[in-house]
């Protein structure tokens, strides 16, 4: 998937079609429970026309630059809705049986994104990670166009123009009532999942040859919170695809690239630490983790950790590419089984803010709705599925690649479910590579990309034949604003936490008092929104420099002494404080800023965070809070100063508090606490 106070509705919507180009050119998009048995096994309408849309597959095949052979076909899928599929067939020599891959592309996207008609494609991304590499060693290739999207025909002049698919009927001009089957329901389980079996398994009785025990998916973004889905799918069952009449298919292999596992907590963070640990019957959730911060706990819907603060820019720039590109659906039954999805709605009450909650933690009823919907089918973290399948002696390899400086999905995305599955079984094959890639702020440099797809390509390998229970590790790469890192940079370690081995603590030391509109005047808030900041390239194409006074007048602002040696900070970090709500209002929020000061005195942008107070039961009214940074992997040259930055409006990165309902907070004994690559214990005030 690649992210306001409103006056009125259709201000707001106005707002987010603004936003549509914004999101295209920064590459933001270009860069949960098992199924239901029920679903799994009862036949469908398209049953019946099975054989004749394996057919169809087929059927209409031909020739494009590259030497690749493409088929194109419209065909229905499991509940009638029609898709746009594409299949790549292996290049001549490759042998046989053949694996099948899965490419799924990103939000507001088509089919056409990871195909390709040589191996180097974009350079980057999709480098030796495209149709024609995957053919080129022996891969029938599936691609089609997500339900409720239409296809505006190949963007890159590396795509093949393969004949472009029937678009969603209710699209303008001259469009009608969307059906259901038609609408956009943002990956679940029982929607988008399904449909992505159903054409594996009609692609696998279109073409004999297929390995049916030997199947991969990878996408990105959008495509990367379904690949980790469709690795809990296999998890959960014998039979990845399994539809009565098709082969039934084992899914070995996913690799998910800036991906979600917990969507709510993706796109509304709320900053409290996470953990495998259960939640205590009638008591708030108390993970520990930094690493794997999210709603709640695994085998939960979500339930323990408070709602969080909206990721403004990106929600309203998704709804309003969803809307430009495709259709939401807005509540109708549908297939899914966790009840209506009215995704404007939804959006509308987030848009309304606080409170989420009322004393003793209890959710307003949409808030809950949303709250069990993202996770339980639109999320790998919550899915049961990865106890069954430890249970069963199933583990489906994981590959997933996350980036420091992506401000949609996190790094945090991927470390929660490494975390989570090592807990299950030290040896489960889940590896993890991080680096300045993704959504905006990413830079996603050639060379990282490159270097990443080739180990993503060697673990793929190695586990197609059937996922194999190992150790494995988590590796970084450096952001670095000039110049690019390469393979001679990237470090790995058993944990994402061990990825280093001591502290930097910078000692502020101080006390503030932060009004619920504190930071609303600061100019560094959209100097370094993903989306819509301004870039000053002092330093590098996406290093965001600090744009305005260093200190602004309602917020907190404090700058440590020089360093007295370099410091390579990785991990994610926490900005902390002593803290009290005066009065205790029903929320607060801390949202930090972390920079390099440069000696000349410019400030380079790090990483940042935000943490959402909920005095409904969740937080206590005084405490010691720590807000979780976004991390980075990044070397503070010695003599370079760290700046923090305290604030409760960080707009319009974050959508600010509302004031009726905020707490005042009173902060003492600040300080930022940063895990560095040096093994020693530091500490500058």
Same mark, same amino acid.
């Given at each position: ?6 006056? *009125? ?33 009862? #036949? ?12 169809? =597959? ?25 898709? @746009? ?15 099948? +891959? ?8 088509? !089919? ?38 239409? @296809? ?24 009608? *009532?969307? #059906? ?76 998910? !690239? ?56 990106? +929600? ?12 939401? @659906? ?29 004393? $003793? ?31 069963? $002696? ?26 989570? =599955? ?46 194999? #229970? ?39 030391? @101080? ?78 929020? =801390? ?6 000061? !440069? ?87």
């Amino acid at each position: 998937m690649s992210a306001r106070c409103r006056p *009125a509705a259709t201000a707001l919507r106005t707002r987010r079609t603004a936003l549509v180009p914004v999101l295209v050119a920064a590459g933001g998009l270009v860069a949960a429970g098992t199924a239901s048995p029920a679903l799994a096994n009862t #036949p469908r309408p398209a049953l019946a026309a099975a054989a004749p849309a394996a057919d169809a =597959l087929s059927a209409n095949c031909a020739p494009y630059p590259g030497g690749t052979r493409v088929c194109s076909a419209e065909v229905a899928s499991f509940d009638g809705s029609p898709l @746009d599929v594409d299949v790549t067939l292996p290049m001549a020599g490759t042998g046989s049986p053949h694996p099948l +891959i899965v490419l799924l592309h990103g939000f507001g996207n088509n !089919k056409h994104e990871w195909e390709s008609t040589s191996d180097a494609a974009d350079g980057t991304d999709k480098y030796h990670w495209n149709s024609h590499w995957f053919a080129e060693h022996g891969y029938y290739v599936l691609t089609y166009t997500s339900r409720g999207f239409k @296809d505006n025909g190949p963007t890159a002049s590396h795509q093949p123009a393969t004949p472009v698919g029937t678009a969603p009927n209710c699209l303008p001009p001259g469009g009608s *009532a969307c #059906p259901p089957s038609g609408t956009i329901r943002v990956k679940n389980k029982d929607v988008e999942i399904r449909d992505t079996q159903w054409l594996a398994a009609l692609t696998a009785q279109a073409f004999p040859d297929i390995n049916r025990d030997q199947v991969a998916v990878s996408g990105g973004s959008y495509g990367g919170g379904e690949s980790w889905l469709q690795a809990a799918e296999q998890a959960a069952r014998p039979n990845w695809a399994d539809f009565p009449g098709l082969p039934q298919l084992h899914l070995q292999v996913a690799v998910p !690239k800036y991906p979600w596992t917990d969507l709510a907590y993706s796109l509304v963070p709320n900053g409290h630490p996470g953990g495998p640990s259960a939640n205590p019957a009638g008591q708030p959730y108390r993970g520990t983790d930094l690493y794997s911060s999210a709603q709640g706990a695994p085998d939960t819907l979500g339930v323990g950790n408070p709602f969080g603060v909206s990721k403004l820019s990106y +929600i309203n720039g998704l709804y309003a590419l969803g809307t430009t590109n495709g259709v939401f @659906d807005e509540g109708s039954p549908g297939p899914q089984t966790n009840g209506p999805e009215p995704f404007t709605a939804w959006l509308d009450r987030v848009t309304a803010g606080e409170p989420y909650s009322a004393p $003793g933690r209890v959710d307003d009823p949409i808030v809950a709705q949303m709250r069990t919907s993202f996770s339980g089918w639109h999320s790998a973290y919550y899915q049961p599925g990865w106890r069954l399948g430890l249970a069963a $002696g199933r583990e489906p390899a994981v590959y997933s690649i996350s980036g420091w400086t992506d401000d949609l999905f996190p790094a945090v995305e991927s470390f929660r479910m490494f975390n989570y =599955l090592k807990s299950l079984d030290p040896r489960w094959p889940v590896a993890v590579a991080v680096g300045d890639l993704g959504h905006s702020r990413a830079q996603n440099p050639p060379a990282v990309w490159q270097a990443v797809n080739a180990q993503a390509w060697a673990f793929l390998q190695n586990q197609i034949a059937g996922s194999d #229970p190992q150790r494995t590790s988590v590796s970084s790469f450096p952001t670095l604003c000039v110049g690019s890192a390469t393979v001679a940079d990237e470090i790995s370690a058993p944990t994402p936490a061990s990825l280093a081995r001591g502290q930097l603590t910078l000692d502020y030391n @101080d006390s503030a008092v932060l009004a619920p509109t504190a930071g609303a005047s600061d100019p560094n808030g959209p100097g370094t929104d993903a989306l819509l900041g301004g870039t000053i390239p002092t330093t590098g194409p996406n290093c965001r420099t600090s744009s305005g006074p260093v200190t602004p007048a309602d917020g907190y602002t404090a700058v440590s002494g020089p360093l007295p040696a370099p410091q390579t900070f990785v991990g994610i970090g926490y900005a902390q404080a002593d803290y009290a709500a005066l009065p205790a209002l029903p929320t607060a929020v =801390l949202a930090a800023r972390v920079w390099d000061v !440069k000696p000349d005195g410019t400030a380079v942008l790090v990483s940042r965070g935000v943490y959402r107070f909920d005095f409904n039961g969740y937080d206590a009214a005084t405490g010691t809070v720590r807000v979780p940074l976004y991390g980075n992997h990044w070397a503070f040259p010695q003599g370079d100063r760290v700046r923090l930055d305290l604030v409760q409006v960080d707009q319009p990165t974050y959508r600010a508090p509302t004031p009726a309902v905020t707490s005042t907070l009173q902060l003492s004994a600040t300080r930022l606490v940063l895990p560095v690559r040096e093994n020693s214990e530091t500490t500058v005030p």
